[in-house]
C-alpha cells in the first residue's frame, strides 16, 4: 500500500465507528503513521483515545489541505458533520463510505470542481475480508482513484463501477448482504436445533459450514453452481433439500431476489432525501 502522498499531506476521517476503526487499524497496520491521522469523531473509542498517546489527532485542527479526506459518519448525520471538512483545500480528495448519498449531495456541500469518489465497503472489512465498490465523479483523476483503492485493499478487495446507479445494487448485494447471511447461519442453527441437535452444536456447525463454504467457493476454481452441483447426489439429502430451497415460488431464488430489490429499492430512496 503506497502510502507516501498521506503521510506526507495528512488523513482526515471523518466518524470513527467500526467500519472507520476497521480502516483505520489497516492503514496503520500497512504503515500510515498516526500522527498524520486525523479522526473527528464526537464520541471516540478507548481504542481511538488511546491513538492519541501514539501522535493520532483527535478533534483536533485540520491541515489546510490533506491527501484525502473520508467520510465515514451515518446518512442521517451528514448535515452536521459535513460543514468540518467544507474548508479543506481544492486539492483534497473526498471518499464517502455513506450508504444512500449521493456524489451530487457531496458536490453540493464541496463544490463541483471538487475530486469526490464514493464507496460502499461491507462489515467483513472489520477481520480484512471485505469488498467494496467504488465510482468517482468526473473531477476524480486516475490518481485519485488509485489512492483511495490502495486505502481501501487495507480491508478487502475492491472493485470499480461503471457507473453510480450501480452503487445501489452493490449496496443490496454486498453491503447489506452480510446481514442476509448472518441471519442464514441463525435458521440453519434453528433448523439443527428442530432436528434433535443442542443449540451450541448447531451453532457450532452452522458457523463453520457457512464460513467454510464460502472459503471454498472463493479460492476454488469451479463456479458456485459447480460446487453446488458436486456436494449433491442423486436422489440423496442433499437433493432433498435443495428441492426445496430451489423451488421458483417458495425457495432462495425468489426470496433472495425480493429482498435484494427491497434494498436497492430502499438505497434509491435515501439517495433522494440526502
Known amino acids: 500500500m503506497d502510502l507516501e502522498i498521506v503521510n506526507t499531506h495528512g488523513l482526515v476521517l471523518l466518524g470513527c465507528g467500526k467500519m ?13 503513521r498516526a ?3 486525523y479522526v473527528l469523531d464526537p464520541h471516540p473509542s478507548d481504542w481511538v483515545q488511546g491513538l492519541v498517546k501514539q501522535g493520532l489527532n483527535l478533534n483536533a485542527d485540520l491541515p489546510a489541505t490533506p491527501a ?4 465515514a459518519v451515518k446518512p442521517q448525520m451528514m448535515g452536521t458533520a459535513l460543514p468540518r471538512l467544507q474548508a479543506l483545500g481544492g486539492a483534497t480528495i473526498f471518499l464517502s463510505i455513506a450508504a444512500g448519498t449521493s456524489i ?3 458536490e453540493t456541500a464541496f463544490g463541483a470542481d471538487a475530486s469526490i469518489i464514493r464507496a460502499m465497503p461491507n462489515t467483513p472489512a472489520a477481520v480484512a475480508h471485505g469488498i467494496t465498490a467504488l465510482i468517482g465523479n468526473a473531477q476524480a483523476k486516475e490518481a485519485d482513484m488509485a489512492l483511495a483503492e490502495s486505502l481501501l485493499a487495507a480491508v478487502g478487495q475492491t472493485v470499480r463501477l461503471e457507473n453510480e446507479a450501480q ?3 452493490v449496496t443490496a448485494v454486498s453491503g447489506s448482504g452480510p446481514a442476509y447471511v448472518f441471519h442464514l447461519i441463525e435458521t440453519l442453527a434453528a433448523a439443527g436445533e428442530a432436528e434433535g441437535l443442542s443449540a451450541g452444536l448447531a451453532m457450532k456447525l452452522a458457523l463453520a459450514t457457512v464460513a467454510g463454504a464460502g472459503d471454498l467457493a472463493e479460492n476454488a476454481s469451479e463456479s458456485a453452481s459447480q460446487l453446488r452441483i458436486n456436494v449433491t447426489s442423486p436422489a440423496g439429502t442433499t437433493a432433498a433439500a435443495l428441492e426445496v430451497l430451489m423451488d421458483g415460488e417458495t425457495g432462495f431464488p425468489p426470496l433472495l431476489k425480493r429482498a435484494v430489490a427491497a434494498a436497492a429499492e430502499r438505497g434509491r430512496e435515501l439517495g433522494k432525501t440526502s
Open 20 to 32: 472507520g476503526s476497521a480502516m483505520l487499524a489497516g492503514w496503520l497496520n500497512g504503515g500510515l
Open 167 to 169: 452503487m445501489d445494487a
Open 35 to 37: 500522527e498524520n491521522v
Open 104 to 106: 451530487a449531495s457531496f
Open 68 to 71: 484525502i479526506a473520508i467520510i
